[in-house]
């Protein structure tokens, strides 16, 4: 059964169709959120579809622009679409081994075409020569794919699986071929491996946009999570900050009040702060919060509440903790202050802490009642010569 198209009506339809892409892909390039590599993508319409016109004139225009440049052209393509790929996936998109089969085809048909015409050799050539393009698109979209972004990926490399391995057929059904006699008539597996053409870049279009659909909701929830991070952190340290300190403690709160637990909070102040800045400039003062927060993160349970309360002023809410681990990690974290040093010009910056704490009791209403006794602990602790923890 011979396919119903010949080959200039297959090659209307493979014009038409790239530049419908063409258009369709523009816009959403041009108007849309896109990721690199998409440009790419789009472009690789052009050379397809300029490609296939000058095939469908073969007769009407010499054999050097029918075929040669033809031919080029439409190699072109599927490079592009390799090199947006890399792109996409955050790889340099240049590839030599594509533009040395570039240069192998080109000189195979300068050879079938001139030296030693052949018209049924250069078709093989060409589908080789494609086939290897289009198989390594598959291999790039298959290799160390996020779980998030499969779906996508998975489609497209299925898309240029499926049609690299019908090139890689036709070149082995080539021999049983019949010759290309007439260059307007088609046979059955030409008019097949045409309309593939024509279908598939339609179909790995298609996922094209997926994957960039699938990329940009990924980068809208990180972008979402590091919103919500920024608004519950402080940026100079990376603690909670005082809103998010306040909801979260609340919420052990209930937690403590239905379980029958116990809540202590410890409040802490870097002593002569003011006196350090002024000193060693506002850099140094920098460091030596940073420093303290990390003192801080390194001696408190997963489960504690850490936060900057405000300047030089740190709080930590310990979920479980009764009277003596309260003291415990309050005298705990004033030693390793006191240890700490930070470079400052020539010299070291050093600095102590003085600590409050308080214990949550059930007849707390909130935060403030608890944070009320905590501050006058500390207030305590700075009148009795600071670098001391008062209960």
Not at 55 to 84: H, Q, T
Request: charged residues 20%; proline residues 4%.
């Amino acid at each position: 059964m011979r396919f119903l198209l010949d080959n200039r009506t297959q090659a209307a339809l493979q014009f038409a169709v790239p530049v419908i892409l063409l258009m369709v892909m523009s816009v959403s390039w041009r108007t849309q959120k896109t990721h690199h590599g998409f440009g790419r993508w789009t472009i690789s319409n052009a050379p397809l579809a300029l490609g296939s016109l000058l095939l469908g004139l073969r007769g009407m225009v010499p054999d050097w622009v029918s075929v040669f440049v033809a031919n080029g052209l439409l190699f072109i393509s599927p490079i592009l679409i390799y090199e947006g790929i890399r792109q996409f996936r955050g790889r340099p998109p240049r590839d030599i081994f594509n533009y040395g089969l570039m240069a192998f085809l080109l000189g195979a048909f300068a050879f079938f075409l001139w030296v030693r015409p052949d018209a049924n050799v250069r078709p093989v050539v060409m589908t080789v020569c494609a086939a290897i393009v289009i198989l390594r698109c598959a291999a790039s979209l298959s290799r160390d794919v996020p779980a998030e972004l499969r779906p996508g990926y998975r489609f497209t490399a299925a898309a240029f699986g499926i049609y690299g391995l019908a090139l890689t057929l036709r070149v082995f059904t080539a021999p049983t071929l019949p010759e290309l006699s007439d260059t307007v008539a088609g046979d059955t597996w030409r008019g097949l491996l045409s309309m593939a053409t024509v279908v598939m870049p339609v179909v790995w279009t298609f996922g094209f946009f997926m994957m960039t659909n699938d990329r940009l909701t990924r980068s809208l929830r990180t972008a979402e999570v590091e919103m919500r991070e920024m608004a519950s952190t402080d940026s100079l340290t990376g603690l909670l900050n005082r809103r998010s300190f306040v909801e979260m403690s609340q919420r052990e709160q209930v937690r403590m009040r239905r379980n029958g637990g116990t809540l202590a909070l410890l409040v802490m102040d870097i002593d002569h702060f003011k006196h350090l800045n002024d000193t060693y400039g506002h850099l140094v003062g920098d460091a030596i919060l940073r420093e303290m927060a990390g003192i801080c993160k390194g001696s408190v349970r997963a489960t504690d509440l850490l936060a900057r309360w405000g300047g030089e002023e740190f709080a930590v809410l310990l979920p479980d903790t009764d009277y003596a681990g309260c003291l415990y990690l309050g005298e705990k974290l004033r030693r390793e202050v006191a240890g700490l040093s930070v470079p400052a010009g020539r010299g070291q910056a050093r600095t102590t802490i003085s600590v409050g704490g308080a214990l949550w009791t059930p007849d707390d209403e909130n935060l403030d009642s608890v944070l009320r006794r905590a501050d006058i602990a500390l207030y305590k602790a700075k009148r009795r010569g600071r670098n001391c923890v008062v209960m």
